[in-house]
C-alpha cells in the first residue's frame, strides 16, 4: 500500500530494534514521506530544528524533548532555533522562574542529544553554507526559504518535528522541493512598483505566502539585497506554506502593486504608534549590525529599542565596535532569542510596538496581541531617534 | 470494491481518500475551507479557534474530525498539534485535501488518525454531521 519504500535497516529501525527515539523518528519521516509521496528516504547534511523556545513546544513539548534525549543522538550537523531569552542577560530581564526553568530543561533536552548551541533563526548567515543543491533539513520557515531560494540548497518547509527527525535518522524523504522538477515555480507574481525598503519586501513575501503554493517567480525585483531577502523570506513562511522562490515568469502571472501592498499593510500595521521599537524576525546578523551602528552613530533611541541577534554575530560586531555604538544609542541587544512569541513583550505591560519585520509583526499581532507599527529602519531611526 | 465505496450504500455516504497517519476515530465533522496555522489560531488549551478572522473562530477542534485544506505558516505547528492532544482538545481525526509536512508530522506522534486527497468534494460535508475516519484502509463514512 505504502509508496514509500524503506530500507530493511530502516524497517527495523521503525519497529524499535534501534531504540525508542529513532523509532519515533521514522514515525515521522514515514507520515511526511507518505504526505508528500516520497518514494525513498535520502541522506541530509545538516538539519536545523526549530521548537526551542518554550513559548512555542508549551509542556508537552518538553516533555517529548525529554523522552526523545534519553537515546536520541543526532547523526548530522544540527543547529537549532532561538530560544525564549538571552541566558547572559537572564538575570535582569522580567521573566517568572517557571518559564526560565522550562526553557532550561528544552536546552538541556538538545544538549543531550548533541546539538549545536546555535539559538539562531538566521543559521545560512552564521555557518557556512555546504555546496550549491546539497540536501538540507531545515524548519523554521525564514530558514527553509532563504536556503532554497538564495542559498541554493534543498529543503523541503519542514516542521520541528521533521527536521528533529532528519537530525537523528540523518534522512529526510526524497520529495517536492528536493526534486528539480517541483522547484520550477507555477506561479509568477509581477512587482510593478519599485520596492524602497525591507518593509516592502516583507508585504511582498507575505501577500506571495498566500497565493503561492510550493514555489513562487517573482519578476521586477532583480537586485536583491541580503537584507531584502531576508525579510521576503521571512514573510512569505509566515502567511502560507510556499517554501521557495526564484527570479522570472512563470505559468500564471498575477500582479503586485502598491493597492495589493496597502492592503496587507492595513492587516498588519495596527497601531499608529509604539511604546517599544523591536528589531528581529529574522535575528539581524553581522551586515544588519553594521548597518545599524552607522545609522544610530551619535543619536539616541526615545524609546526602549529591543535588537535580537545571533550570538556569533553579536560577538563579531563587537569585535568591530559595532555593539559600542548600537548601545551608546540606547539600543538593548539580545541574543540567542528573537521577536517571534517573546517572553520579553507582555500586553500586560505594553500596548503597541514599533517594528520593521513583517513576520514579527503577525507574530505580535496574533501571539502576544499587541498592536503593531510597521515602520522601516531609515524611518524608525528618523523618527524614534534624536 | 470501488463501487461499494463510492456513493450511498445502506443511506451512508463514503469518500475514498489516502492514509497519512493510521488508526480509526469518528466524531462530529468540523469543516473549512481556509486553511490553519495551529501556532497562532487555536488555543492550545482549550482547543478554540481564537483567530477572529478565521471561519472557525469561537469554534472548538476538540473531539472533533477537523477537515480543512492544510496548515500554514510555523514550523512549529506540529507542536501545537501535539499540545492539543496532551491537553485532551485534540481532534478525533484529520482530514486534509493536501496533508502537509507540520500536520503530517504533528499528528504522527501525537497519533491522531489523517487522511488526504479525497476522492469526492469533503466540504459538502456539514458541521456538525457524525463523521467517521477509517485511517487504515482510508475511508470517510457518514
Known amino acids: ?386 | 470494491m470501488l463501487e461499494e465505496f463510492e456513493g450511498h450504500s445502506e443511506g451512508r455516504m463514503r469518500i475514498k481518500c489516502r492514509v497519512i497517519v493510521k488508526g480509526n476515530d469518528e466524531g462530529e465533522a468540523l469543516v473549512t475551507k481556509q486553511p490553519i496555522n495551529f501556532l497562532t489560531m487555536i488555543d492550545l488549551k482549550s482547543g478554540i479557534v481564537k483567530d477572529e478572522k478565521h471561519e472557525l473562530y469561537k469554534k472548538n477542534i476538540a473531539n472533533k474530525v477537523l477537515v480543512f485544506p492544510n496548515a500554514i505558516g510555523s514550523s512549529v505547528g506540529a507542536y501545537s498539534i501535539y499540545a492539543l492532544k496532551g491537553s485532551h482538545v485534540a481532534p478525533k481525526a484529520i482530514v486534509c485535501i493536501k496533508a502537509d509536512i507540520t500536520t503530517a508530522s504533528g499528528c504522527a506522534i501525537a497519533n491522531i488518525p489523517l487522511v488526504d486527497s479525497p476522492e469526492s468534494d469533503v466540504f459538502a460535508i456539514k458541521s456538525g454531521l457524525k463523521v467517521k475516519v477509517d485511517a487504515l484502509i482510508g475511508l470517510i463514512e457518514m
Not at chain 1, 518538553?62 to 536520541?72: A, N
Not at chain 1, 537530525?167 to 506561479?187: Q, W
Not at chain 1, 502560507?240 to 527570479?247: A, D, E, L, N
Not at chain 1, 535580537?308 to 540567542?336: H, P, Q, V, W
Open chain 1, 1 to 386: 500500500m505504502s509508496p514509500l519504500q524503506l530500507t530493511s535497516d530502516e524497517e527495523k529501525a521503525l519497529k524499535g530494534e534501534h531504540g525508542d527515539a529513532l523509532a519515533t523518528a521514522y514515525r515521522i519521516l514515514l507520515a511526511i514521506g507518505e504526505a508528500t509521496e516520497a518514494k525513498k528516504l535520502v541522506p541530509i547534511k545538516w538539519a536545523h530544528v526549530s521548537g526551542v523556545n518554550y513559548n512555542t513546544i508549551g509542556d508537552s513539548g518538553v516533555e517529548f524533548l525529554e523522552k526523545l534525549s534519553k537515546d536520541g543522538r543526532v547523526a548530522v550537523k544540527t543547529t537549532i532555533n532561538p530560544m525564549g531569552f538571552d541566558p547572559v542577560k537572564v538575570n535582569s530581564l522580567k521573566l517568572n522562574k517557571e518559564f526560565i526553568a522550562k526553557q532550561n530543561r528544552i536546552v538541556s533536552a538538545y544538549d543531550r542529544m548533541g546539538v549545536t548551541r546555535s539559538f539562531t533563526c538566521i543559521p545560512y548567515e552564521v555557518f557556512d553554507l555546504p555546496s550549491k543543491g546539497t540536501d538540507v533539513s531545515f524548519a523554521e520557515s525564514n530558514a527553509a526559504t532563504y536556503a532554497n531560494s538564495v542559498a541554493g540548497l534543498r529543503t523541503n518547509k519542514e516542521s520541528g518535528l521533521s527536521a528533529l527527525a532528519s537530525s537523528l535518522t540523518g534522512k529526510a524523504p526524497y520529495s517536492e522541493l528536493r526534486i528539480e522538477e517541483f522547484r520550477k515555480p507555477n506561479v509568477g507574481i509581477k512587482v510593478n512598483y519599485e520596492l524602497d525598503n525591507e518593509v516592502d519586501y516583507g508585504l511582498l513575501g507575505y501577500f506571495a505566502g498566500k497565493v503561492a503554493n510550493n514555489s513562487v517567480a517573482f519578476s521586477g525585483i532583480e537586485n536583491l539585497s541580503k537584507r531584502n531577502a531576508k525579510s521576503l523570506s521571512a514573510a512569505l513562511g509566515t502567511s502560507g506554506s510556499c517554501g521557495m522562490f526564484t527570479h522570472g515568469n512563470a505559468g500564471e502571472t498575477i500582479e503586485f502593486g502598491k493597492e495589493e501592498a496597502r492592503k496587507i499593510r492595513d492587516e498588519l500595521h495596527t497601531s499608529e504608534k509604539g511604546d517599544v521599537i523591536t528589531l528581529g524576525s529574522p535575528q539581524l546578523g553581522v551586515d544588519d549590525l553594521s548597518l545599524l551602528a552607522d545609522m544610530v552613530h551619535g543619536k539616541k533611541f526615545r524609546k526602549r529599542c529591543l535588537i535580537f541577534c545571533a550570538r556569533a554575530a553579536y560577538e563579531s560586531a563587537k569585535n568591530l565596535g559595532y555593539t559600542e555604538r548600537i548601545e551608546k544609542a540606547g539600543g538593548e541587544m539580545l541574543c540567542d532569542c528573537c521577536t517571534c512569541l517573546t517572553p520579553l513583550i507582555d500586553r500586560s505591560e505594553v500596548d503597541s510596538v514599533i517594528t520593521n519585520s513583517i513576520k514579527g509583526a503577525y507574530y505580535l499581532n496574533n501571539s502576544n496581541k499587541v498592536g503593531v507599527c510597521l515602520k522601516s529602519l531609515k524611518d524608525i531611526v528618523r523618527e524614534e531617534c534624536e
